[in-house]
Nanobody, 124 residues
Framework: QVQLVESGGGLVQAGGSLRLSCVVSGRILRVNGMGWYRQAPGKQRELVAVIDSSSSTNYADSVQGRFTISRDNAKKTVYLEMNSLKPEDTAVYYC??????????????????WGQGTQVTVSS
């Protein structure tokens, strides 16, 4: 009932930029927290950046000052602007969102969902 679809990944040279987008769809009543996580080969998934419903943000130390998370509540979309990319930023990037949706019986239910992931590759 709730879907997250990411876009914007790709191959970029070190020092370059990419912008990721993630749209939340379904019978959404409210979106609370939204965030980006990443998983490199052989490593655990890690937090990159999160943004809450009041647009307060938090970043991993490794991306602070280079990445910017933002959201458009009307479009139910979260963005990740990535600048000064490094080879160590190479990973599959996943978005996550939580909030409430309306089930088929019109009951309000909580959700916490993940996107399918988008590959970001930074070449040296």
């Amino acid at each position: 009932q709730v879907q997250l679809v990411e876009s914007g990944g790709g191959l970029v040279q070190a020092g370059g930029s990419l912008r990721l987008s993630c749209v939340v769809s379904g019978r959404i009543l409210r979106v609370n927290g939204m965030g980006w996580y990443r998983q490199a080969p052989g490593k655990q998934r890690e937090l990159v950046a999160v943004i809450d419903s009041s647009s307060s943000t938090n970043y991993a130390d490794s991306v602070q000052g280079r990445f910017t998370i933002s959201r458009d509540n009307a479009k139910k979309t979260v963005y990740l602007e990535m600048n000064s990319l490094k080879p160590e930023d190479t990973a599959v990037y996943y978005c996550n969102a939580d909030g409430r949706y309306s089930d088929p019986y019109s009951f309000s239910r909580p959700f916490s969902s993940w996107g399918q992931g988008t590959q970001v590759t930074v070449s040296s």
